[in-house]
C-alpha cells in the first residue's frame, strides 16, 4: 500500500500501449513476450497474471482504454459507456453498478425502518398516509419484515391501492394509481421497461412528495399550558424568571424521499449485467431478485475466459468465479469463498460469532498469503509487469474488493462488528474519496455496519463521501440524518475545545 | 454493556489466551489544564474524565443509555419525574461508599452560580433532586421529559471531598481528583503525564493495569513514538500521517466522530470588529486552502457544522478568497489604504491574533494568516498563550481580537452554548436574537425534521454574520498499536469502553 497512486502513470499504461517498455532500459526478449501463459501463475490471481505477463494486460486495455481506466477509478457509469465495443467489461462495471445498489437498497430499508419504527414509538409520527406509505416501500424493496405491519397503516386516499398490493409480497411498480407515490412507481415502472437508469437518477435528486408545515406548537406541546406561559412570561417581565421566547414564524417543508430508487436501479443495472455476460442470451429486462437470473454470467466463467473478466474484480480467477457462482447467495457475496484463496487460509470460515478479533486475524493471514504472491511475482523478474503491479496498486485493488465481499457477507449474517473491521482493514484512510482507492461499496458498506451498530453520526460520514461521487444518495443521506437528530432528541449535546 | 465477564476473563488468562493487565501510554497534543469535571473545556480534559469519573448513565458500544452508577431506574407516568436505584457496591478511588448525597451534591455544584461551571447547562433542566435514602434519588424535571437518562451522563463528584456545592476552579480538588471510575489518578509527573491505575474496587475492573497520559505537542514525534512502540495510542492523527501509519501493520487506525471544526473568532465586544463589514473583509482576505495545506487534506467549512452534519446547509458556500472585493468592502466600510489599512479615524488597523503555545499546527496556522493579512495591509500581531493562560485571558477576559480555536461536538452537534446570546461557551460574545430564538426552538423540538430546518436556518444567519472565518474539518483518527485489542473508541469521549481494551 505504501505507493500511491500517479495518474500520470496511469494515464501512461492504459492509454499509451508503448510505455509498457519505456520504464526500463532492456526491454525483455520477444520469446518472454509470446510466452504461453504458466497455469500456475494463472492461479495466483489476475494481480499476478498482470504482474507475470504485463503484454496481456496492454492487449487489453488498448481495446478499451476508457473503460479500464474508468472501471479502475470505480467509476461505473463512465466504464459502461466507455465499453460500447466491449460486452464482458461492460457486463463487470453493470454488475459492479448492480451489487453497490443492491447494498444501498438494503440500506435504504434498513434507514427507513429504524426512522419510522423510533418515530411512531415515540407516538409523534407524522399524521398522514406519507410516512407509513415510504416506511411500506422500504420494507418492501429492502427486503425488510415489516410491510404488512405500515401498509396497513395506510388509510384511503390514492395511493390506498400501492399499500395493498405490497403488503401481499407483490411489487409497487405495475400498480397504477393517482397519488404521488403512485407517479414516481409510474416513473420507476418505464424506467425499468426500458432498462434505462436515467429517469431514476434525475428523479433521486427529488422528494416523492413534500407537506408544508406551519411551526406554531399545539397548546401544551413543550408541556407548558398557555397559563402556565403567561405566568412565565409575567414573571420574566419583573425579572423573576427565564424570558420566554417566542418560535420564529417560518414554516418548514418536511420530505419524504423514495425508498426504492436503489431497488429499481440494481435490478436495471443486473438486467444490463446479465445481457451483456450471458453473451447477448438473456431474458428482457424484469426483477432480477425473483429467480436466479443473475447466476448467468457465462462470459465470465468460462475455461477460456480472457484477462476482462476478471481485472479488478473481487474473485481471483475465473475458475474461482466458476466455482463460486452456483452456491453465492447473492451477486455481491460472488468471490467470497474463492478456492485459491481458501488455500491460503481465509474465506474458509462460517461467521461463529460478531468478532472483530477473528476478522482482523482473517485479514493477516490475507496479508500473508498475498504477500507470498507478490514474491512470487517479484522473483518472476518481469520489472514492467511489476511496475504496472505496483503503480496500479492491484494489491490493494484485490485485497479491497475481496475484504469489501467478505464485509457484505458479515453485514448478511448480522455481524456488523465484523464488517466494520474488514472494512477499517481495506480502505485506504488517506484518501477520504471514490476512485481508485476506495471503491464505494466501502462506504455504502460502512455505512450499513455503522447504521447496524447504531452509529448513525457515524454512517452520515461515511454516506457523505459516497454522495460526492454518486449524488443519487440524497435521499438516504436526508433520512440518516433525520433519523439521527431523532435519536438525540432527548440528549443535550456536548462540546469541547480540541 | 456486554463486557467481559471477569470469571471468562481470568479463565482465559490462566489458560495463556489473553494477557490480563499491562500499561497503556496514549499521547494528548496538550494535557489537561484541569481534571476537574465541573470545569472540563478541552477534549483533552473530557478524555481524562471518562477514565477517572462516571455518569449515572453512559453511552453502550451502540450509544443507547445504560445504567453504569445506576442499576435501575422508574419514570413517572406524567414523565416529570424519575427514581433513581444506585449500583450498589460502588467505591470513590479513596474506598469511600458512593451513595445518593453524591449526586444531590453534584447537581447542586454544577449548577451553582458560585461554581460558574461550564457544565451547568447540562443540569439546567432538573427542578429538585433528593436523597431518599443512601441508594434511592428521585430527581423531578421542569417538563416532561420523554428519555431523562439520556440527559444523565454527567459526571458524579464525591460530596465528602468538598466543603460547598460552590465550587472554584481552584479547589484542592483538581490536584487530588477522586471518582468511581475504572482508573484513578495516581501522580501528575514531571514532564506533564499523568499517570492511572486500575481501581481494583470497581465494580466492573478495567482489564488494563495502568494509563498514562503523555503530552506530545509535536505531531511528528508523536507518530514516531508510536512507530518505535514508546506509545501504545494517539488519540488525534493529521490527516497527513495517515498514510504514513496505515502501511504500517503494527498500526492500526481507528476513525471516530468528533464533529470538529476550526476557526478563526472575532472578539464581537471590540468596537472595531463589531462592524460585519470588516469581519467579512478580513474573511475575504484569507486564503483558507493556503492555511490547510500543512495539516494535511480536510473539507472547508461555511458555518458552525462539518459538511457530513444533517444540521449543514449546502446551500451557504464558504467565503470565497477574494482580496479586491475585500477591499472595496473595507472602502465602502470608510476604512482607507495607504500601504495599510486605516481605520475610519485615521488609526491603523490592527488585529492581535491568539493561540495556543503548545499545539504546533495551530502556530503554524497563526503564522501564515500573519504573513497572509501582512501582505494585505493589516499589521497582525500574533500572540501565543499556554492552556492556563488561554483560559483565563481568552475564555474568562475575552482579551483578544482573533482567536484560532478548534471546537468539537459530541453526535448531537448542539451549538447552543457557542452561539446563543447567554450560551457558557460562546467566547467571541456572538449575539442575535433571531438565532437565540432559532436555537431554542431547536433545543426543544419534537420533530427531527423541523429541528434539521431550524438548524439549516441557524447555519445560513450565523454565516451572514461572520463571528467567525470558518476554516474546516479534519477527519478523526486515532493510531494504536495492533497489541491493543477490542479496542472500541467512543465517538466523542474515547475512553467509554477503554475498561474492555486489553494488551
Not at chain 1, 434525475?202 to 407548558?224: L, M, R, S
Not at chain 1, 463521501?465 to 440518516?480: I, K
Not at chain 2, 504500517?248 to 472595531?272: A, H, M, V
Not at chain 2, 492552556?387 to 485571558?393: D, I, L, R, V, Y
Amino acid at each position: 500500500l505504501s505507493n500511491s497512486l500517479a495518474p500520470g502513470r496511469l494515464l501512461c499504461w492504459l492509454l499509451v500501449s508503448s510505455c509498457l517498455w519505456s520504464g526500463s532500459e532492456d526491454a525483455p526478449a520477444d520469446a518472454a513476450l509470446s510466452e504461453t501463459p504458466d497455469p500456475a501463475v494463472l492461479e495466483l490471481g489476475w494481480f499476478a497474471e498482470v504482474g507475470a505477463y504485463p503484454t496481456t494486460f496492454a492487449t487489453l486495455t488498448e481495446g478499451s482504454k476508457a473503460g479500464w481506466v474508468a472501471l479502475h477509478a470505480n467509476d461505473y457509469d463512465t466504464a459502461i459507456d466507455a465499453f460500447a465495443s466491449d460486452p464482458v467489461g461492460r457486463g463487470r462495471a453493470s454488475l459492479a453498478l448492480a451489487v453497490l445498489y443492491d447494498d444501498l437498497s438494503r440500506y435504504s430499508g434498513l434507514a427507513n425502518e429504524l426512522f419510522f419504527s423510533t418515530w411512531a414509538a415515540r407516538g409523534t409520527l407524522p399524521a398522514g398516509n406519507e410516512a407509513p406509505m415510504v416506511a411500506a416501500l422500504a420494507a418492501h424493496c429492502g427486503e425488510g419484515e415489516t410491510v404488512g405491519a405500515w401498509a396497513s397503516k395506510v388509510t384511503a386516499g390514492p395511493d390506498s391501492p400501492m399499500a395493498m398490493t405490497i403488503s401481499q409480497g407483490r411489487p409497487p411498480f405495475d400498480v397504477e394509481s393517482a397519488g404521488p407515490f403512485g407517479r414516481r412507481m409510474s416513473l420507476h415502472h418505464d424506467a425499468r421497461a426500458a432498462g434505462d437508469r436515467a429517469p431514476l437518477l434525475a428523479a433521486a435528486a427529488e422528494p416523492v412528495t413534500t407537506v408544508t408545515i406551519a411551526p406554531t406548537p399545539a397548546p401544551g406541546e413543550d408541556g407548558k399550558t398557555d397559563k402556565a406561559k403567561a405566568k412565565a412570561k409575567a414573571k420574566a417581565a419583573e425579572g423573576e424568571g427565564e424570558v420566554q421566547e417566542e418560535l420564529p414564524p417560518t414554516d418548514f417543508v418536511r420530505k419524504f424521499w423514495d425508498p426504492c430508487i436503489w431497488r429499481s436501479l440494481a435490478d436495471i443495472s443486473y438486467d444490463a449485467a446479465i445481457r451483456d455476460a450471458s453473451g447477448g442470451t438473456s431474458t428482457p429486462p424484469s426483477r432480477s431478485l425473483e429467480g436466479e437470473r443473475w447466476r448467468r454470467l457465462e462470459l465470465l466463467v468460462a475455461p477460456d475466459a480472457p484477462l476482462s473478466a476478471r481485472l479488478f474484480a473481487p474473485w481471483p480467477t475465473s475458475a474461482d468465479l466458476a466455482a463460486d457462482l452456483p452456491k453465492a447467495e447473492s451477486a455481491g457475496l460472488l468471490g467470497a469463498r474463492s478456492p485459491s484463496l481458501r488455500r491460503i487460509g481465509v474465506g474458509t470460515g462460517a461467521f461463529p460469532a460478531d468478532d472483530p478479533e477473528a476478522a482482523k486475524e482473517e485479514v493477516r493471514m490475507l496479508d500473508a498469503g498475498l504477500a507470498t504472491i507478490e514474491k512470487k511475482v517479484s522473483d518472476l523478474g518481469n520489472a514492467d509487469g511489476l511496475a504496472v503491479m505496483n503503480d496500479l496498486r492491484l494489491v490493494h485493488r484485490f485485497r479491497q474488493e475481496w475484504l469489501a465481499v467478505r464485509a457484505r457477507e458479515a453485514l448478511t449474517r448480522r455481524h456488523p462488528k465484523r464488517a466494520l473491521a474488514y472494512l477499517e482493514l481495506a480502505r485506504d484512510h488517506a484518501t477520504a474519496s471514490v476512485g481508485p482507492e476506495n471503491s464505494p461499496a466501502i462506504y455504502a458498506l460502512l455505512a450499513e455496519a455503522r447504521l447496524a451498530l447504531g452509529r448513525t453520526r457515524e454512517a452520515l460520514d461515511a454516506l457523505h463521501v459516497l454522495a460526492a461521487a454518486h449524488p443519487e444518495v440524497l435521499g438516504l443521506v436526508e433520512v440518516t440524518g433525520d433519523l439521527a437528530v431523532l435519536q438525540g432528541l432527548d440528549r443535550q449535546g456536548d462540546s469541547k475545545e480540541e | 454493556v456486554a463486557r467481559s465477564q471477569p470469571v471468562n476473563v481470568a479463565l482465559l488468562a490462566l489458560l495463556g489466551l489473553t494477557a490480563a493487565g499491562g500499561t497503556l501510554r496514549y499521547a494528548e497534543d496538550r494535557a489537561p489544564a484541569i481534571v476537574n469535571p465541573l470545569f472540563a473545556t478541552s477534549m483533552s480534559e473530557a478524555r481524562l474524565d471518562e477514565l477517572v469519573f462516571e455518569g449515572l448513565f453512559a453511552d453502550d458500544t451502540e450509544l443507547k443509555s445504560t445504567g453504569r452508577l445506576v442499576e435501575s431506574f422508574q419514570l413517572s407516568d406524567d414523565q416529570k419525574s424519575m427514581t433513581l436505584r444506585l449500583r450498589r457496591g460502588v467505591t470513590w478511588h479513596d474506598g469511600d461508599p458512593f451513595d445518593a448525597e453524591d449526586v444531590v451534591f453534584s447537581v447542586e455544584a454544577y449548577r451553582s452560580a458560585v461554581t460558574a461551571s461550564s457544565e451547568a447547562g447540562r443540569v439546567s433542566w432538573i427542578d429538585t433532586v433528593t436523597a431518599q435514602d443512601p441508594h434511592t434519588v428521585r430527581i423531578t424535571f421542569k417538563k416532561a421529559e420523554y428519555a431523562p437518562q439520556d440527559k444523565l451522563h454527567f459526571k458524579i463528584l464525591p460530596k465528602h471531598k468538598f466543603t460547598s456545592t460552590g465550587v472554584k476552579r481552584t479547589d484542592p480538588f483538581r490536584t487530588a481528583p477522586l471518582g468511581t471510575g475504572p482508573f484513578s489518578v495516581k501522580s501528575f509527573n514531571d514532564d506533564s503525564s499523568i499517570t492511572m491505575v486500575k481501581h481494583t474496587g470497581h465494580w466492573d475492573p478495567a482489564s488494563l493495569d495502568e494509563m498514562v497520559m503523555r503530552q506530545v505537542s509535536d505531531k511528528n514525534y508523536q507518530a514516531k513514538l508510536l512507530v518505535y512502540e514508546s506509545l501504545e495510542a494517539l488519540v488525534s492523527v493529521l490527516p497527513r500521517d495517515l498514510a504514513t501509519l496505515q502501511n504500517d501493520r503494527k498500526i492500526e487506525l481507528y476513525p471516530y466522530q468528533t464533529n470538529s471544526w476550526w476557526y478563526f473568532g472575532f472578539n464581537l465586544k471590540s468596537k472595531t470588529l463589531s462592524d460585519a463589514r470588516l469581519r467579512q473583509a478580513i474573511t475575504m482576505m484569507v486564503d483558507v486552502d493556503a492555511l490547510l495545506a500543512p495539516i494535511g487534506t480536510g473539507d472547508r467549512v461555511s458555518g458552525p457544522f462539518v459538511p457530513s452534519s444533517p444540521f449543514y446547509n449546502h446551500d451557504v458556500p464558504a467565503v470565497t478568497f477574494d482580496p479586491a472585493a475585500a477591499a472595496d468592502l473595507l472602502t465602502k466600510a470608510g476604512y482607507t489604504f495607504n500601504g495599510k489599512w486605516l481605520k475610519p479615524d485615521g488609526k491603523e488597523l490592527k488585529i492581535r491574533v491568539v493561540a495556543q503555545s503548545n499545539l504546533e499546527t495551530a502556530q503554524d496556522v497563526v503564522i501564515n494568516i500573519q504573513s497572509q493579512l501582512q501582505s494585505r495591509g493589516l499589521t497582525v500581531e500574533p500572540v501565543f498563550l499556554d492552556g492556563a493562560t488561554w483560559k483565563e485571558k481568552v475564555l474568562g477576559a475575552r482579551d483578544f481580537d482573533l482567536m484560532l480555536s478548534q471546537w468539537s461536538f459530541d453526535r448531537n452537534e448542539d451549538i447552543w452554548e457557542q452561539f446563543h446570546t447567554t450560551g457558557t461557551r460562546n467566547f467571541v460574545s456572538y449575539s442575535d436574537k433571531e438565532v437565540d430564538q432559532l436555537l431554542t426552538a431547536a433545543r426543544d423540538a419534537t420533530d427531527p425534521q423541523q429541528k434539521k430546518a431550524t438548524m439549516r436556518t441557524v447555519h445560513q444567519k450565523i454565516a451572514e454574520d461572520h463571528p467567525m472565518i470558518f476554516l474546516w474539518t479534519l477527519d478523526s483518527y486515532a493510531a494504536m498499536s495492533v497489541r491493543v485489542k477490542s479496542v472500541v473508541v467512543h465517538p466523542f469521549y474515547f475512553f467509554t469502553w477503554a475498561p474492555d481494551w486489553t494488551l
